[in-house]
């Protein structure tokens, strides 16, 4: 069986809503690929302008974030409902700037991987280790750590439409890539954790990207490997390079 690649553009705090319908016009025609999921995870506030400027192209838009209750009062948050409603297909789920920034733990992750489901939404959930940990030897003990945990109580049916990106916190942003053989290394021990905790059919569905700094000229490699589903990319998704990253087989 062969898992469609999806390549999704992380692009954080950037872009106010007028740029955001702008980026998505200068990518229309680049990032055309009928072999490969394309999404772009916007801020909230760009998300609707860039759901009705997406509609009718082969992308998708997802919210870089949500919250798990239904509603009420939780000022400043966003729900799942809302996302759906407003034409969000995917959600990024636990990035590392929200782990570290914003204090957000695995128990409320999990939370968050759960409302995402219920709601219909796809979360994207990312997992990786910091340099320190790489070198001491624990990078493998600490991402499963963390998809047990963010997992807990998600049935075999979610998990085989999840997507789960790796991304090493060292690489993010800091244009210092894993190799293709680190960053399979470690989306293959995340699929053979899969195969553990649920079964090989599961296993074998789920989608896991590779995410940090990801560009036109290391996405083909990458994306070669046999356990690298995709990206999940920042830097590189707000320019005509993401163009490039999703046509990799070109
Ligand atoms: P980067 O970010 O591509 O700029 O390293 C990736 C991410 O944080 O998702």
Same mark, same amino acid.
């Given at each position: 069986?062969?898992?469609?690649?999806?390549?999704?553009?992380?692009?954080?705090?950037?872009?106010?809503?007028?740029?955001?319908?702008?980026?998505?016009?200068?990518?229309?025609?680049?990032?055309?690929?009928?072999?490969?999921?394309?999404?772009?995870?916007?801020?909230?506030?760009?998300?609707?302008?860039?759901?009705?400027?997406?509609?009718?192209?082969?992308?998708?838009?997802?919210?870089?974030?949500?919250?798990?209750?239904?509603?009420?009062?939780?000022?400043?948050?966003?729900?799942?409902?809302?996302?759906?409603?407003?034409?969000?297909?995917?959600?990024?789920?636990?990035?590392?700037?929200?782990?570290?920034?914003?204090?957000?733990?695995?128990?409320?992750?999990?939370?968050?991987?759960?409302?995402?489901?219920?709601?219909?939404?796809?979360?994207?959930?990312?997992?990786?280790?910091?340099?320190?940990?790489?070198? $001491?030897?624990? %990078?493998? !003990?600490?991402? *499963?750590? =963390?998809?047990?945990?963010?997992?807990?109580?998600?049935? @075999?049916?979610?998990?085989?439409?999840?997507?789960?990106?790796?991304?090493?916190?060292?690489?993010?942003?800091?244009?210092?890539?894993?190799?293709?053989?680190?960053?399979?290394?470690?989306?293959?021990?995340?699929?053979?954790?899969?195969?553990?905790?649920? $079964?090989?059919? %599961?296993? !074998?569905?789920? *989608?896991? =990207?590779?995410?940090?700094?990801?560009?036109?000229?290391? @996405?083909?490699?990458?994306?070669?490997?046999?356990?690298?589903?995709?990206?999940?990319?920042?830097?590189?998704?707000?320019?005509?390079?993401?163009?490039?990253?999703?046509?990799?087989?070109?």
């Amino acid at each position: 069986m062969s898992r469609r690649k999806i390549i999704a553009g992380n692009w954080k705090m950037n872009k106010t809503p007028s740029e955001a319908v702008a980026l998505v016009d200068e990518l229309k025609d680049l990032v055309v690929n009928d072999a490969v999921d394309v999404v772009y995870c916007v801020p909230a506030i760009d998300i609707v302008p860039v759901v009705e400027r997406v509609k009718g192209t082969n992308v998708s838009v997802g919210a870089e974030n949500m919250y798990f209750e239904e509603s009420g009062a939780y000022t400043g948050e966003i729900s799942a409902a809302m996302l759906v409603d407003a034409g969000v297909k995917y959600v990024i789920i636990g990035h590392s700037e929200r782990r570290d920034y914003f204090k957000e733990d695995d128990e409320l992750l999990n939370k968050k991987v759960k409302k995402a489901f219920e709601a219909g939404l796809t979360p994207i959930l990312c997992c990786g280790e910091s340099l320190q940990q790489r070198e $001491d030897g624990v %990078t493998t !003990e600490w991402i *499963r750590s =963390q998809i047990k945990a963010d997992l807990d109580g998600i049935t @075999a049916d979610q998990v085989k439409t999840l997507v789960i990106a790796y991304e090493p916190i060292w690489a993010i942003g800091t244009g210092k890539t894993a190799t293709s053989d680190q960053a399979e290394e470690v989306c293959k021990d995340i699929r053979d954790y899969i195969c553990e905790l649920y $079964d090989a059919d %599961t296993a !074998e569905k789920v *989608r896991i =990207q590779y995410g940090g700094s990801m560009n036109a000229g290391n @996405a083909k490699e990458l994306l070669a490997k046999p356990n690298i589903d995709g990206g999940l990319i920042g830097g590189a998704s707000l320019k005509a390079d993401f163009g490039q990253i999703v046509n990799y087989d070109k």
